[in-house]
């Protein structure tokens, strides 16, 4: 069964499971060293009409970890430039036979518009204001890696609530995974009908992350904030900003998560971007694995070649992995690195 991934908040908890599960099957994978199946002949257009490093070179690694033949198309360069609509360039690449799109845009809802006239499996790579699945799904990995699972977890999103896609694809995942939510930010920064969002709404950083387990601060989207909306950035970072003071009333052991690109200095300070508690690099990574289970779960649902995986099988396995990498770098410490 071919389908697509265009938000979180449709998915039933059995679908975010097999793709969190195919993702730690995947991860396990690789970090073995092992084969994965590959699938030769499929070819999936990645159109990214806004910028992206994170989300673009994931897509591409999973595409080509799994065998598969991508090719990159964006808005200048294309004849999208020279005034094509959206719905005739996806109506073209479906006839130039891809058989699946991985889409970026600014406009919250294109993906869907895009599936529309596709026919095959689109991916949303993030969709305005709306969605970005792939997104929540590594960043739920990286808590469930370091935190063993999401139920009873008390998670704050902190910061542009209003204007960011990865705080609505994290705000269904994690609740549907058990966990108890705050949002926080400035009043101008959050959403108009919160009843929209599922999650308690918190004004006051220190109330808003006290006693987390994870915060997760997300960046200023200045480039679609209406002028006005922030008196200074000065005055968000004294108010804001996740650094070592205002952690001290967090859990001790909380961890803390950004899904790029930061804006250091503003968000995080340096301390807390590349502390100990700080998750990033490992979301980033697990970007790849959520994404080769997006398309795996795209084009194959989970129970064709590759069995279905739950996520405690997929943990098994990432730590079976895990203990084969050290094994393996103790190695080639007692050979001089020559193994
Ligand atoms: C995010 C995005 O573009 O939605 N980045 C990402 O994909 N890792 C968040 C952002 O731009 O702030």
Known sequence: MKRSLLGIRGLELAEIEDLLGLA???????????????????????????GSTRTRVSFEQAAAYLGYRSTNFAGPGSSMAKGETLKDTILTLKYERLDAIVMRHNASGATQLAA??????????????????????????????RKGSIQGLKIAIVGDVMHSRVARSNAWLLTKLGAELNLVG??????????????????????????????????????????????????????????????????????????????RGIELDDLTADGVASAIHQQVENGIFVRMAALHW??????????????????????????????????????????
Do not use: W
């Open 24 to 50: 730690a099957h995947y991860k396990a994978r690789i970090l073995a060293g092992e084969e994965i199946q590959r699938v030769p002949r499929r070819a999936i257009g990645l159109l990214f009409f806004e």
């Open 116 to 145: 529309t006239f596709f026919g095959g499996p689109v991916i949303n790579a993030g969709d305005g204001e709306h969605e970005h699945p792939t997104q929540a799904l590594a960043d739920a990995m990286t808590i469930i890696e």
């Open 186 to 263: 400035p009043r101008t920064l959050m959403p108009p009908v919160m009843s929209h969002l599922p999650g308690a709404i918190q004004y006051d950083l220190l109330a808003g992350i006290e006693g987390c387990d994870v915060v997760m601060c997300l960046r200023l989207q200045r480039e679609r904030m209406d002028s006005g909306l922030l008196s200074s950035i000065g005055e968000y970072r004294r108010l804001y900003q996740v650094n070592q003071r205002a952690l001290r009333v967090a859990k001790r052991d909380a961890m803390v998560m950004h899904p790029g690109p930061i804006n």
């Open 298 to 339: 795209a084009f194959d649902g989970s129970g064709t070649d590759t069995p279905t995986l739950r996520l405690a099988d997929g943990k098994k396995a990432a730590k079976k992995a895990a203990k084969a990498e050290k094994a393996e770098k103790s190695e080639r410490a007692t050979t001089g690195g020559k193994a």
